[in-house]
């Protein structure tokens, strides 16, 4: 069975850090791009960052850059994202993808709510 595990999301205030965790099991994880894509509340998605299989080419959307990073440890079969300096607007439930050409998987969402 697939499973994308999301955690590590929370409350914080403005100006403050998360990260983010993503635990992947009943794929061959090494082989797949992952992701980070995220819902603001009554919005729709918007795609925050992707990483390679190896770890070694990263992308991010313009809203995030300088600011978050994103990273993988294929031993762990986890990705990261590390968020820095948030800021109320990056209020969002938070999903992990992983994707091939074949396949698109999902997970279940982590809470991020940047609040004073």
């Known amino acids: 069975e697939v499973q994308l595990v999301e955690s590590g999301g929370g409350m914080v205030q403005p100006g403050g850090s998360l990260r983010l965790s993503c635990a992947a099991s009943?794929?061959?994880?090494?082989?797949?791009?992952m992701s980070w894509v995220r819902q603001p509340p009554g919005e729709g998605p918007e795609w925050i960052s992707t990483?390679?299989?190896?770890?070694?080419?990263?992308n991010y959307a313009d809203s995030v850059k300088g600011r978050f990073t994103i990273s993988r440890d294929n031993a762990k079969n986890t990705i990261y994202l590390q968020m820095n300096s948030l800021k109320p607007e990056d209020t969002a439930v938070y999903y992990c993808?992983?994707?091939?050409?074949?396949?698109?998987?999902w997970g279940q969402g982590t809470q991020v709510t940047v609040s004073s």
């Open positions: 009943g794929f061959t994880f090494s082989s797949y791009d």
């Open positions: 990483i390679n299989t190896g770890g070694g080419s990263t």
């Open positions: 993808n992983a994707k091939t050409s074949s396949n698109d998987y």
